[in-house]
């Protein structure tokens, strides 16, 4: 019997290793090229953005000097304690007021691109300090599209002499414009707003929070906890995790044919908007809360029930609490998907025009992305960054709710 001993590191064997190497380089590379790629088409997708949307938040302004004593408007005391103080001053003659002053400072063919409602804008000023009627102050007021179109270098050719004009001599100027924050929709996009829209969606992601939440979770600590192992257990559990990944437009259907019919007259209401979304939410809630939950240590159970707890308080006081941080991630994570959903809104009618905010559960309302679905349909160029910028409000909204995930789940995650 010979004592020799066959070599380890073989030729084949070397080949076999080289070969396993070049696979794990070709494994990083392929892996460090994917995550490149999504950081560079999220790079574009955020420098296109902010581009285009910057402008979004400017307006084309027109500089007007208003002497209000020189032209007799005065209010008796008390006038401007009213609700409908605006449109007081609007019966005391300010729109004239202002067509007059901005005759003065523009010239005849300036003043008529001073926007028509630009009177209101003067109004609120002396709502918020009626001192302003006692002296000489300048308002920056908006002005019309076809200026504020060939002041940008579009639209009219022969406009823009007269926007040059305007410019040279400090009377036009591209603000901030601080009311986009502010106000709702309009037909003007002057004087449109995303105020109205992102109202309208805290309002339905507060309905859906308030309903897909505790449903979710107490699904998921029955399935997880209580149920029984047998075939319908099996067949609920098959069923919400179909339910994930039916499209949006299912629900969409399901809310119209179900909740329409209930309430007919809540039509494109935030409260029908919520509960739409959230059958939509809720099986992501039931999935992520079930991980959550199956993931706490079975000797955190064992441990309470040793000490005398009941089943009850295992689940709530010790399981819940440790599972909470999972739970919160997944939610937030489903609300972020749930605000920027279209399709199943848009069937219940929350595409509709609306030019006041809403007050309640029950007003007229849409939402952001309904709002820049609308905005992008319009032909009018003055459109193009509005709806850039409300783009950059959902997007920066979505990364405070994806912030907020990664913050809860650092800030209360447990390890064993």
Known sequence: MSNAQAPTRTAAFEARLK???????RFKAIGLSAIIFSMIVLLFLLATMTINGIGGFQRAELRVDIDFPDMGLSLPPGELDHNDAIQRLGNQGLRDVVQFSAEQTLGAEGAEHVNGEAWRLVAEEIYADPRILQSEASFWLPTSEDLASAYAGDGQLPLQPLAEDLAERDLLADNFDVGFLARADATDPQLVGIWGALKGSILTMIVTLLLAFPVGVLAALYLEEYAPKNRWTDIIEVSINNLAAVPSIIFGLLGMAVFLAIFPSMRS???????????????????????????????????????GASPV?????????????????????????????????????MRAFVATPPSGFTDNATVLPMQIFLWSDEIDRGFVERTSAAIIVLLIFLLLMNGL?????????KKW
């Open 19 to 25: 070969k396993r190497y070049a696979a794990e380089r």
């Open 269 to 307: 209401a935030p409260l029908i908007g919520g509960m739409t979304l959230a059958l939509m939410t809720m099986p992501v809630i039931v999935i992520s809360g079930r991980n959550a939950i199956k993931a706490v240590p079975p000797s955190i159970r064992d441990g309470a029930l040793a000490v």
């Open 313 to 349: 308080q295992v689940v709530f006081h010790h399981v819940l609490p440790l599972a909470l941080p999972g739970i919160l991630t997944g939610t937030i994570i489903g609300m972020a998907r749930a605000l920027g959903e279209t399709a199943p809104l848009l069937l219940i009618g």
């Open 405 to 413: 995930a990664i913050y809860l789940r650092n800030r209360f995650e």
